[in-house]
């Protein structure tokens, strides 16, 4: 329930067949020490801004490339630790078209050409009083949304989830936070309502019970090629299945981390609890190319994926370049992220070869679902991903003009 404007975010529909619901994940600590446990990952708000200019005119391109290396890290690889890059860590260049609160000075390295100094209303104490003042309205801001993320991990009654403001906890991906810009990759997901999912509810043909119709209000993604069958909304919603489940079936499942469907076929048989279930599993073509010679891995059903006609590069068989879907108004070239299955696990060689540390294990990265059959309820689901930058060389930026000319770096599973 949106607690502002009292609307239900699950919506049943008495005539028709379908029920429409928004989802909403939280994300707690469940072991482990991500507070000083620190990787170094690609630069993904530098990568992305370079992937926005990289076919620009020079002039333009110079000037832009200058403002992103002189606003924010200005490296290519990052040092952070984990919760930084989940939740969030400093870094200047996402927020540098934000407008910036007038208690605020200008970042570190950028210059105000508009201060006067000589004629100035409010000296270094007044605006440090400022400063100290914002800094505290946004540090009880923050003990109050962490003191209301305490109560989701402290209590599991859902009453209390329930009249939870959730608005008062959703946070963009980039924001000003005691006057510097704070990016996470994860920042905007914690908590936040999700774009609205409609599937088939069953009561009128119980086979097309969890049947994925729209999402976010639409039966195409826009993100594929048009009137094609990747670009359709489609299959299975994970969460609820029809009955009945067979061994011989294929099932198409729509997830919306990888911006797609994805087929599954049976396995074998496997048990929880003393319950026998059908594990399905991707096949090894699932993420094949179209293009792709080993008649193993070619997929020709995946073509429609590939958006080389609108610049964008159309990978080897695993790895699904993710930029299309990444296009917002504000990144006409989307963001240089690819998706896989963990350690590269059935990609083509090629990508392991280019990198140091990879050892794919089907017990550890496999893609699995457990049904049991008769009810069709998913009893395990593990939808085991690897996020990865892709890294191209641009022999205009010094920075970039010693990588390969395409390379796909893991950086998170």
Not at 31 to 39: E, K, R
Not at 85 to 106: I, S, V
């Amino acid at each position: 329930l949106d607690m502002e404007t009292g609307q239900s975010h699950l919506n049943y529909d008495p005539l028709g067949s379908t029920l429409t619901y928004r989802p909403r994940k939280i994300y707690y600590l469940v072991s482990g020490d991500p507070d000083n446990t620190f990787v170094t990952v690609p630069n993904i708000p530098l990568l992305t801004g370079f992937s926005s200019i990289r076919d620009s005119y020079w002039i333009t391109k110079d000037v832009a490339k200058n403002i992103m290396l002189n606003n924010g890290r200005g490296t290519p690889f990052v040092t952070v630790s984990f919760t930084g890059l989940l939740w969030g860590y400093n870094d200047e260049l996402p927020c540098f078209k934000h407008t910036r609160p007038e208690e605020c000075p200008p970042p570190d390295g950028e210059i105000d050409i508009f201060s006067e100094d000589d004629d100035d209303d409010w000296g270094d104490e007044d605006w440090k009083r400022r400063k100290r003042s914002t800094e505290n309205e946004a540090l009880g801001s923050r003990r109050s949304s962490d003191e209301d993320l305490s109560r989701i991990k402290r209590s599991s009654l859902d009453q209390d989830l329930k009249r939870l403001n959730y608005s008062m906890l959703e946070k963009p991906k980039a924001e000003l936070v005691n006057c510097r810009c704070e990016w996470g990759l994860f920042r905007d997901k914690n908590v936040t309502i999700r774009k609205p999912v409609t599937i088939n509810h069953g009561m009128k043909d119980l086979s097309m019970k969890g049947w994925v119709e729209q999402f976010d209000s639409s039966t195409t993604l826009g993100w594929w090629e048009d009137g094609s069958t990747c670009d359709q909304v489609g299959g299975q919603d994970g969460a609820t299945l029809p009955p009945l489940v067979s061994q011989y079936q294929e099932m198409e499942m729509f997830i919306s981390l990888m911006c797609r469907k994805i087929n599954l076929k049976f396995e074998k048989i496997t048990t929880h609890s003393q319950l026998p279930t059908y594990r399905f599993i991707p096949p090894v073509n699932a993420l094949g190319s179209h293009t792709d010679p080993d008649p193993t891995k070619v997929n020709l059903a995946n073509s429609c994926y590939c958006r080389q006609s609108k610049g964008f590069s159309c990978l080897k068989s695993g790895v699904l370049n993710l930029e299309p879907c990444k296009v917002t108004p504000d990144l006409p070239r989307g963001a240089p992220i690819a998706l896989s299955f963990p350690h590269f696990y059935q990609a083509d060689p090629s990508f392991r070869e280019a990198v140091e540390g990879l050892r794919p294990n089907k017990t550890l990265h496999q893609f699995y679902v457990d049904i049991e059959p008769t009810l069709g309820f998913p009893l395990a689901i593990r939808p085991r991903f690897q996020l990865n930058a892709i890294i191209r060389k641009d022999p205009d930026i010094a920075v970039m003009s010693n990588f390969p000319d395409e390379l796909v770096l893991p950086f998170l599973w």
